[in-house]
């Protein structure tokens, strides 16, 4: 890995994960934070005894996004433009040796979803009259795009990296409704399995993944998928949960604080990514 460059894209579970791979490198050599945007959303660190660059890149759908004002309404609507890749990530491209792309959970945000400039159709839109096509779509088309924009690069020779679905531990709730996770110990195989949006996700996941391995392979690209999801959905003990902010319950114990069962704990659960993730490229020629 001496003089590469790995770059993670995706959302704040990516972001999570480069954090976890930041304190585990530390352990050998003293990183320089050598470059951060005005929101800090975009990072870089060297390893100078290595030579060695960490970049992290904020694109939580891989493609186009903005917010629009609602016409006569103080609120906002998200757009997604599935036929037009995030530029905040694909200028980039050619920089890098190493890209790992992840990502899902922000697809369920109410959208609207564009093509040509065209809307097609929406997530959770009610008072309108387009068509519901729901997020496992949007996150498809998303993500053929990245991989579609990854191909046909004609500067980037990389290695390319998918890391799969993170499932959330929230119960008695969702995240905004009172959701907690208060279990101190993993599952064990027998004692959960995975369905519903964890199942569907990670299946759009692989099947995208494999048409994208068998195109980059024609084109002499390489593609790994970085399987975490089965070995996630069995930690439900590993999340900050209340613990989101320091000190939540320092001016009343029995306070009812938002918890965090979807991000994970330094050290944590998530390193076991990053074994994964070491052990893959060793594998590998660079």
């Avoid at 352990?27 to 970049?55: C, G, H, M």
Wanted: aromatic share 14%; charged share 25%.
């Amino acid at each position: 890995m001496r003089g590469k460059i790995l770059a993670f894209v995706g959302d704040s579970i990516g972001r999570n994960h480069m954090q976890s791979l930041v304190c585990l490198l530390s352990q050998v050599d003293d990183p320089r934070d050598i470059y951060k945007d005005e929101t800090d959303k975009f990072r870089r660190w060297l390893f100078p005894s290595y030579n060695f660059t960490l970049a992290v890149l904020w694109s939580p759908f891989l493609v186009k996004e903005m917010t629009k004002k609602i016409e006569g309404s103080a609120s906002e609507q998200l757009h997604l433009y599935l036929d037009i890749a995030d530029k905040k990530w694909t200028s980039q491209l050619h920089e890098f040796d190493i890209v790992l792309l992840s990502g899902g959970q922000w697809f369920l945000k109410a959208a609207i979803y564009l093509e040509k400039d065209e809307v097609m159709g929406c997530h959770y839109c009610p008072g309108t009259n387009f068509t519901q096509l729901g997020f496992y779509f949007a996150y498809r088309k998303a993500l053929r795009l990245a991989f579609k924009s990854i191909n046909t690069s004609p500067d980037y020779k990389g290695l390319t990296f998918l890391r799969t679905f993170t499932p959330d531990h929230f119960e008695n709730g969702r995240w905004d409704n009172g959701g907690t996770c208060e279990r101190t110990v993993p599952y064990k195989n027998n004692e959960i399995v995975m369905e519903g949006m964890n199942t569907e996700m990670y299946k759009i996941q692989l099947e995208e993944f494999e048409k994208a391995a068998k195109d980059g392979a024609a084109r002499g690209l390489k593609f790994r998928l970085i399987d975490t999801t089965w070995a996630s959905l069995l930690r439900p003990d590993g999340h900050p949960g209340p613990y989101r902010y320091s000190h939540p319950f320092a001016k009343d114990k029995n306070a009812k604080v938002q918890n965090d069962c979807l991000h994970w704990c330094l050290p944590g659960p998530i390193d076991a990514w990053n074994e994964f993730l070491l052990e893959m490229l060793k594998r590998e020629s660079m």
